[in-house]
């Protein structure tokens, strides 16, 4: 069986109208199934990696991402952000109380920051965004 590639374009048109009209969807998983079953009906057979489909989804103005964590090591470097590659921004807070500086990671792409202790993304929802 033979899988037809969907370009960005046609996942986000697929993406937008999936999540307006379920509003919202809990997971990326179940996105993921309500796109490609949205693609099928083209009569062809499409396959969207869960990844690129968040991808496209943090790019999207019409949809709002909220990313459930887990807590992860705070030894273990981040490079780039887990959500969707962008580059993380360092941030410094001065504590009103003086002295400790506390460090923050924030994506400059999409919304995800994490502090000393990592944010792991461990679920996704995705919310229809009204322009
Ligand atoms: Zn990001």
Redesign the pocket.
Known sequence: MSYHIASDEQIEKTLIKVLKKFRIVESQIKLKKLVEKELRKKKKKYSVSGGRLRKIA?NSSYVKLEIHTREGDPKKPMAK?P????NLKKLRNLTIWGGEVTIELR?S??N?WTGKKKRIPTRYVFHYKKK
């Open positions: 943090v952000c959500v969707c590659g962008g994506c792409k999409c995800y």
